[in-house]
């Protein structure tokens, strides 16, 4: 199994732009979570599907950011317009109910 | 709900001496409990978990973490370091059965001097 796998690994943009990060979760996980990971707030769960449906989208930081999962094989997360604040590693992550979670290796997005 | 504290935001250790990571926990239901790993530039790699089965874990790398109801704690120990043990490791509580969301904790970094 490839692991869950994260594109791209490295994002630069100019503020204002769009920006759109990609996840593939491992065959068979029912679960998927995007989280944020900077210095100064640590990991911060974002947002999470259960079966392709949006359960809980109460951590992620207002309207520019948005997330999909259309099928059980993709998820994006979407931020539009960016600003220099949203530099971050965003980190996807899967798992079978009752199981820990797959991480994968994460996005690095910066916003100049 | 859930919450976890890790006390003690870096932990020096030297090489070939025990390692003692500290997570208490909060949780309104029986929990489950995860030890995480990062290194540098990565992703979080799943060390041990407990799920309500054997309260002392065994995980990879030589860790292992004993559940601790009545002290609400699920510390992480290895008996002697390595180098390689230097990384940032988490402390995650979930709701325990069915559907999960994972609550993390702020992180421990150790560090591992020869």
């Known amino acids: 199994d490839a692991g869950v796998i994260q594109s791209p690994r490295h994002e630069v943009t100019e503020m204002g732009q769009e920006v759109t990060l990609r996840c593939k979760p491992i065959?068979?996980?029912?679960?998927l979570f995007w989280y944020r990971q900077t210095m100064m707030r640590g990991l911060e769960l974002l947002i999470y599907?259960?079966?392709?449906?949006?359960?809980?989208d109460s951590g992620m930081p207002e309207d520019r950011f948005s997330a999909k999962m259309p099928n059980a094989s993709f998820s994006t997360l979407k931020i539009q317009p960016s600003e220099p604040r949203d530099s971050a590693v965003y980190f996807c992550?899967?798992?079978?109910?009752?199981?820990?979670?797959?991480f994968g290796s994460g996005t690095r997005l910066t916003v100049v | 709900a859930q919450s976890v504290t890790q006390l003690g935001s870096h932990v020096s250790v030297s090489e070939g001496a025990l390692v003692l990571l500290r997570c208490n926990y909060s949780?309104?239901?029986?929990?489950?409990l995860f030890w995480y790993v990062q290194y540098p530039n990565q992703g979080l790699q799943l060390l041990l978990k407990?799920?309500?089965?054997?309260?002392l874990v065994k995980g990879i790398n030589g860790f292992e973490a004993e559940f601790k109801k009545s002290e609400t704690s699920f510390h992480l120990t290895k008996p002697s370091a390595h180098m390689s043990d230097a990384a940032e490791y988490f402390c995650?509580?979930?709701?325990?059965?069915?559907?999960?969301?994972?609550?993390f904790g702020t992180g421990t970094r150790l560090l591992v001097s020869p």
């Open positions: 992550a899967s798992s079978q109910t009752g199981g820990g979670y797959t």
């Open positions: 065959s068979g996980h029912n679960s």
């Open positions: 599907f259960n079966n392709n449906v949006p359960i809980d």
């Open positions: 949780s309104s239901v029986p929990p489950y």
């Open positions: 407990y799920t309500s089965a054997a309260t």
């Open positions: 995650a509580v979930s709701g325990g059965t069915g559907f999960q969301k994972l609550v």
